[in-house]
């Protein structure tokens, strides 16, 4: 089974910057780990539909971002410590929400849907005041 965890949320003011991490730990049952992986950052508001942040292959060489956060989020990963990142610079209040942390362990048709994640973690705030 695949665990993720996610930390880094928090109260921060317009401008400011956040760095969420997300450890991953556990395998899938035909023994796949991390380093195959896709991953991904989606967040999701009080009821509003789960939107997608940004998602990293499982080498790192291809990311894709929303619009919305392009220019200012950056994600990336380290196999070696079974860890994505999310770099999010220049907040802003919208960006107010759940964070959320997800991972493929098979084919990812198209990165920013979240139905091709099958793992997902707990969720972490970050809030932005104006």
């Known amino acids: 089974q695949v665990q993720l965890v996610e930390s880094g949320g928090g109260l921060v003011q317009t401008g400011d910057s956040l760095r969420l991490s997300c450890a991953a730990s556990?395998?899938?049952?035909?023994?796949?780990?991390?380093?195959?992986?896709?991953m991904a950052w989606f967040r999701q508001a009080s009821g509003k539909e789960r939107e997608f942040v940004a998602a990293?292959?499982?080498?790192?060489?291809?990311?894709y971002y929303a619009d919305s956060v392009k220019g200012r989020f950056a994600i990336s990963r380290d196999n070696a410590k079974n860890t994505v990142y999310l770099q999010m610079n220049s907040l802003k209040p919208e960006d107010t929400t759940v964070y959320y942390c997800?991972?493929?362990?098979?084919?990812?048709?198209?990165?920013?849907?979240?139905?091709?994640?099958?793992?997902w973690g707990q969720g972490t705030q970050v809030t932005v005041s104006s």
């Open positions: 997800a991972a493929s362990t098979t084919e990812v048709l198209l990165p920013s849907r979240k139905y091709d994640y099958d793992y």
């Open positions: 556990g395998r899938t049952v035909s023994g796949r780990t991390f380093s195959s992986y896709y």
């Open positions: 990293i292959s499982w080498s790192g060489k291809s990311t």
